[in-house]
């Protein structure tokens, strides 16, 4: 029989398995919008024909003006929907509401695209799945992405894209398990093909990162109580606690390594909030029962002494994200304001401790 650790030696085991885990870490941009008020700008399109509708919705997707992209190529279909450029005008029509979150216009100029088939009919069906997604049709979104998942013949690329944004949806529906099955073959998926030609990081990369997320909110959900004097409940707990952190780092580590910078920042961001977080938890624990003012005292040093390597971790984890960022140039993505924030905040607590 073997002896249940008492709680201080319990968190020297767990604190001693994770120093041994390297944490390695780790937008579409916005423009102005247009001076033009929609009046003018209609009665500038009224006179134009349908070549030059094409043109001026070119020259303005080109520029980031998506209200006059969306307004030239809006207008063509509606006037001339026999037109070479219809199918192309009702697609970049929808991209171009949707860049502008004008989601239920978007979704209307989708579901036209999408029904008139040809080429631009996939694209027009993700989008359509996308605009319900941001107008909260969560099932309808799903079952967009799920007509799409199942068409004869489709890319595994975009079986892979089909298959993690389900698995968002999911999330976001408040269904975890489903979530967490469909990520997880989107994922499959994609290391599967990524033997044999090379993919676009970015929906791999979704979809480990929200596997991420499954195992972090389960890493959150774990509590630890040492005051409820359970030496082997609180052993359980710690360890519990320990693998899950070590299971969404994964996951996270994983997105990381597709190569697709705006999730691996993100996904850097998640590794040092993990240990931010566990660290956060164990100085807030209760203290076990039945010790006094200094056996209080003293469990308190040496539990923030060995908490030290968890902070040590956030911020090597923050510093690589940030230096990983602005090596790829995505210095405006919302995760590195957060992570210079964090970063600054741990240091300074660190410094006072």
């Known amino acids: ?31 102005p919008p247009d001076e033009l ?16 509708l094409w043109a001026i919705g070119e020259a303005a997707e080109a520029a980031g003006d998506d209200a006059r992209a969306a307004a030239a190529f809006g207008r063509l279909v509606d006037l001339h929907p026999t037109s070479s450029h219809a199918g192309a005008a009702r697609l970049r029509a929808g991209l171009a509401l949707q860049r502008s979150r004008e989601f ?43 007509a799409v998942a199942a068409r004869p013949g489709l890319p595994e690329a975009e079986r892979i894209r089909a298959l993690a944004q389900r698995g968002v949806v999911e999330l976001e529906a408040g269904a975890p398990g489903d979530a967490e099955r469909t990520l997880e073959a989107a994922a499959a998926l994609a290391r599967e093909a990524g033997e044999r030609e090379r993919l676009e990081p970015y929906y791999p990369a979704q979809a480990e990162f929200h596997l991420g997320e499954l195992r972090r909110e389960a ?56 240990y931010e977080e566990l660290r956060a938890d164990l100085l807030a624990a209760p203290l076990p029962p039945g010790l006094d003012a200094e056996a209080g005292a003293l469990y308190q040093a040496e539990l923030s002494a060995r908490v030290k390597v968890l902070a040590a971790k956030a911020i090597t984890a923050w510093e690589e994200t940030l230096a990983l ?23 300074a607590l660190v410094a006072g401790e």
């Open 219 to 274: 890493f959150r959900a774990v509590r630890l109580d040492p005051a409820a004097g359970d030496d082997e409940a609180l052993a359980r707990d710690l360890e519990r606690k320990a693998e899950l952190l070590l299971a969404a780092q994964e996951r996270y580590l994983a997105a990381i390594r597709t190569g697709d910078p705006r999730w691996a920042v993100a996904a850097g961001l998640r590794i040092g909030e993990l």
């Open 37 to 52: 008020t929609a009046t003018a700008l209609d009665r500038e399109l009224s006179a134009k024909n349908e070549p030059e």
């Open 104 to 146: 239920a216009r978007a979704l209307e100029r989708f579901r036209a695209a999408a029904a008139a088939g040809g080429p631009e009919a996939l694209e027009a069906a993700f989008g359509e799945a996308e605009a319900r997604y941001h107008l909260g049709d969560l099932a309808g979104a799903r079952a967009a992405l799920d």
């Open 325 to 347: 960022a602005a090596r790829a140039g995505q210095r405006d993505l919302r995760a590195v304001p957060e992570a210079e924030a964090a970063l600054e905040r741990l240091k």
């Open 1 to 31: 029989m073997t002896r249940t650790p008492a709680p201080a030696t319990a968190l020297v085991l767990v604190l001693s398995a994770l120093c041994g885990c390297a944490a390695q870490r780790p937008a579409r941009m916005t423009f």
